[in-house]
């Protein structure tokens, strides 16, 4: 059986060519849904409810490339950006998990059935094989076509039936280097009917047009990856008026583009909070919301109550606001994380806090002395095990390790080093 399973890849690639169509009476018809699914009474809006924006189309966009035109320094380094990289075509270069034989495969609770990892000349497949069976494998096998992610973390993939958008039941982690179920799947068993709603898409893409619920896309207005305009609204007028005969002044209302650090503190958090404050219930209909606008007037967050922790993923913006450096001024995600650059090793960040705090001040500083100055995040947001984030695979419980974003005293956050 484990040649058999080396040599996965070659044996099954004939069968994935003659397409995945042949294979779908597997697939049940079974439509997932969820408190945040977006419902077409909420597309359409009731007689006593206007909505506040309309989402932008897209004729308002000037896309990155215009961005970059002027914003050279930005857009060169945001282009590393985990934000930038957030979502993407699938290609050989941005599936980052491994094809070849005895490594494309995930074996399951269920001793008959395996996922296998299929890089084919027409593309990239995920594949359910039965292998009771070898010459007669009963599954099916779907296309990655997007990949969301930017792998600091791990992947996960989507695939197209007609303009229905639906998830893969295989992801990509990072940590351990290899492929998992999807989290939320159930191990050993077969599910590629996972749809994706717009909500998704809010906060792992720049603009798509949603064409009906709960998950169907025109395929070809996808603008994936967090893009320029994301935070800074459609920009396509901006570019225009920057390129007249007679540019607006800086700083004007004439420049037609919005810069966060001129926001008010709320609506700075806002940015964020969009899609680093969970998922929310939504108001208006997706992309309705632009940066400047009042969150909660387009989407419903409930915060966990006092007593209870916040999950290291999920409301990452809730968990800060209930930290005293937040609480005593203005700081906001934007005093560490500058969303242009690429992410910081976890002791660059300390830089931060030490903008504020003495390191002599630190409680371990008489022990650890000088090395103490780099050691602030580990100690005071260390790194926890989500339990909202995590993968049942071969009888395994995954957690993904994620840090913590309520700055506070962690007696038993040890650094042992």
Known sequence: MGGWLEDTGNWLLPWVRRGAERARWLLVCCWLTAPWVFSQDQASGSAETTALHTPPPASAFAGDAACASCHEKEAAEYLLSPHHLDSAAATAKTILGNFTPGKNVVRTGNPELI???????????????????????????????????????????????????????????????????????????VHFNRPIIPRCLECHATWFEAEGPPNLFARDSMMLGIGCEKCHGPGREHVERERSAHPPAAGSAEVAIVNPARLSHERQMDVCALCHAGVGDPIEPPLSWRPGDVLADYLKITPPPPDQPVDVHGNQVNALERSKCYTSGKLSCSTCHNVHEKQQNVDAFSTHCLGCHEVKACGRYRQMGEAIRTKCVECHMPEGKSQGLHSDTEGQMLRAQLRAHRIAIYPEAGLGR
């Open 115 to 189: 996922f296998a990892m299929i890089a084919a000349k027409d593309g990239f497949f995920q594949s359910a094989v039965n292998i009771a069976d070898a010459n007669n494998p009963k599954g099916m096998a779907e296309r990655f076509d997007i990949v969301v992610g930017s792998g600091r973390r791990g992947q996960t993939y989507l695939y197209w039936k007609d303009n229905a958008l639906f998830e893969l039941p295989i992801s990509y982690w990072t940590r351990t280097h290899e492929w998992i179920n999807s989290p939320g799947y159930p191990d050993g068993e």
